[in-house]
């Protein structure tokens, strides 16, 4: 069977590298500054005082590990939706990017509650059906367990 999608082995192989370094070295060099921040801020307790100017470094320490751990993950999430849905349709960014939307609503609706789970939800099924609607029109063998899109 001759290979069904738009982006050779070789160009999916390499992003699927790339991305997961990514993810790797970003969580680590995060959890890294945290770390450090956290044992900082350990040592600093109790003997440095609140209104000493290194306790806003030892903070940004933290918030800066914080927010690369989480890029890590969600830019190359994103990388991921998008190219993954390209690589079955030209117009495949589309299904990748509410796929995303709907992994992000869902999890910041999850931690906030309300309205935005039910709609984090929704955008991502809509995402996965638009997943098989592309799969379909451009023949890609697709399946989630008994349900099938495209030839096969």
Do not use: N, Q
């Not at 070789?10 to 070295?25: N, S």
């Not at 005082?49 to 999430?77: C, H, K």
């Not at 993954?84 to 349709?89: D, E, I, L, R, Y």
């Not at 030209?90 to 995303?100: E, K, S």
């Amino acid at each position: 069977m001759p290979h069904p999608y738009r982006f050779g082995p070789g160009f999916i192989h390499r992003w699927e590298t790339r991305l997961k370094k990514t993810i790797w070295i970003g969580v680590g060099v995060g959890a890294a500054l945290v770390l450090a921040a956290l044992g900082l801020g350990g040592v600093f307790d109790g003997r440095v005082a609140d209104e000493d100017p290194l306790w806003p470094v030892v903070w940004g320490v933290l918030w800066t590990g914080v927010a690369v751990a989480g890029l890590a993950v969600l830019v190359p999430l994103l990388i991921a939706c998008l190219l993954g849905g390209m690589a079955v349709h030209r117009h495949g960014w589309v299904p990748g990017l509410l796929t995303y939307a709907g992994i992000l609503g869902t999890a910041v609706g999850c931690v906030l509650g309300g309205w935005l789970v039910y709609a984090g939800v929704g955008t991502l099924v809509a995402g996965v059906l638009s997943f098989f609607l592309i799969g379909r029109l451009a023949k890609v063998p697709m399946a989630i367990g008994p349900f099938r899109a495209g030839p096969g």
